[in-house]
């Protein structure tokens, strides 16, 4: 073996390793969107479907009106109930915008128009949106 192969290894190995780190996490398929951008759209398209992700425990402790519940940890046992709205819309929800990017992961890669609503319901309470109690 020649002296200079094993350089020429170890800095294409790095270069191989941090390429994939960069594009990892640049291509990410998850569109964010807003708090008040989701108030909005829930608002004028009533065509859009708010899913919530959380536990059913979380869920009853306050959430957005007109939502439909799935748990994530259901979602893909449960993903033909959203067979309906292929063609439409979905804005994912969970506490924090953690749970709701994975479920919009998995929705995504199953051909679905998905949005992660982000600093999901945290934010929404601090920005003092209207919230419900009420089961749909």
Known sequence: MKKWNLPVLI??????????????????????????????????????????????????????????LIPVQELAQRIDELAPYKTKTIIAICRSGNRSGKAAELLGSQGYTVFNMEGGMLKWRDAQLPMTEEHQ
Request: hydrophobic share 40%; aromatic share 6%; proline share 2%.
């Open 11 to 68: 800095v294409t190995t790095i270069g191989v390793l941090a390429m994939g780190l960069f594009f990892g996490r640049s291509q990410s398929s998850v569109k964010l969107i807003s708090v008040n951008e989701t108030y909005e759209k829930a608002r004028s398209d009533t065509s859009i479907l708010l899913l919530d992700v959380r536990t059913p425990e979380e869920y009853a402790d306050g959430h957005i009106a007109n939502t439909m």
